[in-house]
C-alpha cells in the first residue's frame, strides 16, 4: 500500500539557520509530490509540487525540493528560515491512477528559535 | 482569484442541531472536495465531486450529507452530529486533466464544535 512518512514529529531551528524536512514515500510508481503547509488553525497551503521532469523543484516563500526516485525521497528545505515559517509541514502524494486520492504524512512541526 | 472560501470560520451546534458548511470557487475547477481535520492530524478525505457528481465517498455517516449545486459551490449539511466529530472541515477544489488531477487548493476551513 502507498505511504508517506515524516520521521520527525516537531524540528526547532533557530531563527535565519537552514532548514531540511524529510519525506520518504512507498509507491510503485512515478509518484505526484506535494508539500503543503498549515498555520495555526488555518487551512492547507500549496508550497510546491513534483510531477515529472526537474527534480529540484523551486516553490513559494523561498522553499524548494528535491525528489530523489533512488532514495524514495522529497525533501523539503529552506536556507534560511523565518519566524513566520513556523507552522506544521505536511508532504502527500498522489496515487497516478486516481489522482483524487492524496496519501498524507503525520507531518512535522516547525519550531522557530529567536 | 486562487482563493476557496469556507463560510462559516466558526460553528458551535448542539447534536439536534441541523447546520449547513459552504465552500465556493471561482478558478472554475471541476473537482471539489471535502476533508476533516482533527488536531494534529493530516487531513482525512471524506468527499469528492467531479463535474458535479459525488465520485467518492470514503465511508462517511450519512449525519454528513454533501451537495454541489453547481460547479462553483459545495455544501456539507451536517444534522445529528455527535461530540467526536468536532473538528476542522476543509473544503479545497482542483482542475480534471484527464485522468490527474491537479494540486489541490485547500479553503481556511470550519472549526467545528459539537456539545
Known amino acids: 500500500a502507498q505511504s508517506v512518512t515524516q520521521p520527525d514529529i516537531h524540528i526547532t531551528v533557530s531563527e535565519g539557520a537552514s532548514l531540511e524536512l524529510r519525506c520518504n514515500y512507498s509507491y510503485g510508481a512515478t509518484p505526484y509530490l506535494f508539500w503543503y503547509v498549515q498555520s495555526p488553525g488555518q487551512g492547507l497551503q500549496l508550497l510546491l509540487k513534483?510531477?515529472?521532469?526537474d527534480t529540484l523543484v523551486q516553490g513559494i516563500k523561498g522553499f524548494e525540493a528535491e525528489f530523489k526516485r533512488s532514495q524514495s525521497s522529497f525533501n523539503l528545505r529552506k536556507p534560511s528560515v523565518h519566524w513566520s515559517d513556523a507552522a506544521e509541514y505536511f508532504c502527500?502524494?498522489?496515487?497516478?491512477?486516481?489522482?483524487?486520492?492524496?496519501?498524507w504524512g503525520a507531518g512535522t512541526k516547525l519550531i522557530i528559535k529567536p | 482569484d486562487t482563493e476557496v472560501t469556507q463560510t462559516p470560520k466558526h460553528l458551535v451546534m448542539g447534536m439536534t442541531n441541523k447546520k449547513s458548511l459552504k465552500c465556493e470557487q471561482h478558478?472554475?475547477?471541476?473537482?471539489m472536495y471535502w476533508y476533516k481535520q482533527k488536531a494534529k492530524k493530516p487531513p482525512e478525505l471524506m468527499f469528492v465531486?467531479?463535474?458535479?457528481?459525488?465520485?467518492i465517498n470514503e465511508s462517511v455517516p450519512s449525519r454528513f450529507s454533501p451537495e454541489c449545486p453547481n460547479s462553483s459551490l459545495l455544501n456539507l449539511h451536517l444534522h445529528a452530529l455527535q461530540p467526536e466529530d468536532s473538528a476542522l472541515y476543509l473544503c479545497?477544489?482542483?482542475?480534471?486533466?484527464?485522468?490527474?488531477?491537479?494540486?489541490?487548493?485547500f479553503g481556511q476551513g470550519t472549526r467545528l464544535t459539537v456539545v
Open positions: 465531486y467531479s463535474y458535479e457528481k459525488l465520485s
Open positions: 479545497a477544489s482542483s482542475h480534471i486533466q484527464g485522468v490527474v488531477n491537479t494540486e489541490a487548493f
Open positions: 513534483y510531477f515529472s521532469g
Open positions: 502527500a502524494v498522489a496515487e497516478g491512477d486516481s489522482n483524487y486520492q492524496l496519501i
Open positions: 478558478m472554475g475547477h471541476r473537482a
